[in-house]
C-alpha cells in the first residue's frame, strides 16, 4: 500500500497547469506568466495606449528570473516525483512522503519515535519509508528482530558501518586494505573475559585516582553542572585507562584539551552521521585534524599505563603500510570516540534517575556498603576499594537500576544492509520482498516503550529487572516470552564489543561515588532526552543540571 495522494496530485496539477491545455488555472506558474506578461505588454506599449503599470527593465528580469526558477524547480519535483518509487507485489507498504529526495526525512528527525509508532498504527510491523533518497524497511515486531539478526549473509552490516566510520573519522575505506576489519575485530576479544577483568581493575584504580584528585577538598557541599561532571570525570578516567598518560606533561591538562575538543566534535556527529558533508559544519572539520593528530603515533608514544586492546590496534594498523600515520591515529581516535560518547551521557542517565528516587537511591547505596563491609573494605575517599568482576556481577540492584536508565535513554537504531533482491522469512507465513540496497532497521527504543512489554514504560522502576531478588530476564509480549527486550548495545553482528567494560564502568563509576559522597540535585526542573541523536546510541539531556555532593561521614 503506497501512499502516493498528496505528492501525485499536486503535481499531476501543477504539469496540466504548465501545459496551458486544461482551463486556466490560477496556479502560480500561470500567474507569473500572466504578470509577466502584463509587465510585458505594459513595456512593449511605451508611447502607446497608456500602461496599466509600468516596470523598469532591471524589475522585469528579476521577475523574469524568479518565474523561470520556479518552473525549473517544480519541473524537477514532478520529473522526481513521476520517478519516485512503487511498490511492487511482495513488498511492504510504501510510505514515499511528497517532497522529493527528502521523502520522510523531516518527520523520522522531528521526533522518529513517534513517526514509527504512528506508521505502524496505519500500515503494520513492516512498512518501508523514503528517507533521504534511502528506502528503509522498518521491522517493528521484537518477536521477528531474531530473523534480521541472524541473517547476516543476505542482510550485511560491515559495509555500511565501513562507509560511515570512514566519513565521519576521516580515514580510508576499510576495504582498501587486506582483512584490516577481521584483525580489527579479533581484537574486540581484549574486552572480555580475563582482559576484561584486567582494565576493569585498571578503570577502578584511575577512578579512585581523578575522584581523588577532583573531589577530595570536598568536605562541604560543592556544587557543579551534573552532566559537565560526569563527562569530566569518566572521559578522565576512561582515557587513561585505555590510552594511558604522558607522565611528563601535566597529563590532566592534555587530556582536558582533548575533552573540549571532543565535546565540539561530538556535538556535530548527528550531522556528519547523515552525511552533511564535514566543510558545512563549521569548525568541526579543524577540530577533527586537530583531535586526530593527538593520537598520531609519535604523541601516543608517550602516553603510559594504556591498555592491552589499545597496544594491540596500535601494532595491528602499524602492520598496514599502505595506511598513512594520520589514517591510523584516525582509527585510534574513531575508539576513542566509541568508548566514551555513549558511556558518558549513560553515566549521567544512570546518576540522575538515582537521585531523582529517593528510594532506589538508598536501597542501591546499601547494596553497595554491604558488600564494602562484607568484603572488609573500609569507605572514604582516602581508602581504595577493589571489587571483583563477581562481586560486580552480584550487585543486582545496582544493574537493574543502570539497565532501566538504559532502557529509557537509548536509541540506537540497527541497521543492515540487503545485499541482493531477497525475500525476507519472518517467521510463521509472513515474508516481504527486499530490494538490493534497501537498509533493514530495528529500532529497539519501540519495544523498550512498548506497554505490552514494560508496565508503565515511561517510569523508572529501579527494581524492573529483579525478581525474587535475583536478576530478571524474562519478559513477555502478548503472552509470548521475548528472546530480545533489553537492547542499547546492538544486536547480533554489529553488538557493541565494549558492552562489558561499558557496564563495569558506569557501575564502578556509581558505586564510588555512592560510597564515598553524599550527593544531591540542587535544581528540581526535570530533564528531558534530546532527540538529535534518535538512531545513534545513548541520547543525551536536553539541559545540564545543578547538583552537590559532599565527602560522606561515617
Ligand atoms: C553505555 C555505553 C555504550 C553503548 C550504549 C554502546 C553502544 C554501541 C552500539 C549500539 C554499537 C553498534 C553500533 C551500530 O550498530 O552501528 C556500538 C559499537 C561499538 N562500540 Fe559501543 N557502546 C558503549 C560503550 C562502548 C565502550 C566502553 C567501548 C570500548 C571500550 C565501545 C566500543 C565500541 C566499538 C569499537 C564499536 C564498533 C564495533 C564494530 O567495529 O562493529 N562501546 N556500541
Known sequence: MT???????????????????????????????????????????????????????????????YGLAIATALLLWAACACGARRRRTGEPPLINGWIPFIGKALAFRKDAFKFLISQQRKFGDVFTVHIAGRYITFIMDPFQYVYVIRNSKQLEFSEFADKMASRTFGYPSLSNFPNL??????????????????????????????????????TDWKTEKMYKFCSFLMFEASFITLYGR????????????????????????????????????????????????????????????????????????????????????????AFLWASVANTIPATFWAMYYLLRHPEALAVVRDEIDHLLQSTGQKKGPGYSIHLTREHLDNLVYLESSLNESLRMCS????????????????????????????????????????????????????????????????????????????????????????????????KLFLILFLAHFDIELVEKKPIGLDNSRMGLGILLPDSDIACHYKIRSF
Not at 604522558?246 to 556535538?267: C, L, M, Q, W, Y
Not at 558545512?280 to 585534524?289: I, N, P, Q
Not at 540497527?414 to 545485499?419: C, D, K
Not at 537498509?439 to 529497539?444: H, K, T
Open 246 to 333: 604522558d607522565p611528563a606533561a601535566d597529563g590532566h591538562n592534555v587530556i582536558s584539551e582533548i575533552r573540549d575538543k571532543f565535546t565540539k566534535f561530538d556535538a556535530n556527529f548527528p550531522y556528519l552521521a547523515a552525511n552533511i558533508p564535514i566543510e558545512l559544519l563549521g569548525v568541526t572539520k579543524k577540530v577533527r585534524k586537530e583531535l586526530i593528530h593527538h593520537f598520531l603515533l609519535r604523541n601516543m608514544a608517550k602516553w603510559m599505563g594504556g591498555s592491552e586492546v589499545i597496544q594491540a590496534r596500535k601494532d595491528t594498523l602499524e602492520k598496514y603500510e599502505l595506511l598513512q600515520d594520520y589514517d591510523k591515529a584516525a582509527h585510534h581516535f
Open 3 to 65: 501512499n502516493p495522494a498528496p505528492g501525485r496530485g499536486r503535481i499531476g496539477a501543477g504539469v496540466a497547469g504548465r501545459q496551458g491545455s486544461a482551463a486556466p488555472e490560477p496556479n502560480f506558474p500561470r500567474r507569473g506568466e500572466a504578470a509577466f506578461a502584463a509587465a510585458a505588454a505594459a513595456t512593449a506599449g511605451e508611447g502607446n495606449a497608456p500602461a496599466p503599470f509600468s516596470m523598469a527593465p532591471w524589475e522585469l528580469l528579476q521577475l523574469y528570473t
Open 181 to 218: 576489519n577481521e584483525n580489527l575485530h579479533r581484537i574486540y576479544q581484549y574486552l572480555q573475559g580475563k582482559p576484561l577483568d584486567i582494565i576493569s581493575d585498571h578503570m577502578m584504580k584511575n577512578l579512585q585516582h581523578v575522584f581523588e584528585w577532583k573531589c577530595s577538598q570536598a
Open 411 to 506: 536509541s540506537s537504531m540497527n541497521i543492515r544492509i540487503s545485499q541482493e533482491d531477497y525475500i525476507l522469512k519472518l517467521g510463521g507465513n509472513q515474508e516481504v520482498n527486499l530490494r538490493k540496497g534497501d537498509w533493514i532497521a530495528l529500532y529497539p527504543q519501540i519495544l523498550h516503550m512498548d506497554p505490552e512489554v514494560y508496565e508503565d514504560p515511561e517510569v523508572y522502576k529501579f527494581d524492573r529487572y529483579i525478581e525474587n531478588g535475583k536478576k530478571k530476564t524474562t519478559f513477555y509480549k502478548g503472552g509470548r516470552k521475548l528472546k530480545y527486550f533489553l537492547m542499547p548495545f546492538g544486536s547480533g553482528i554489529s553488538m557493541c564489543p565494549g558492552r562489558f567494560f561499558a557496564m563495569n564502568e558506569i
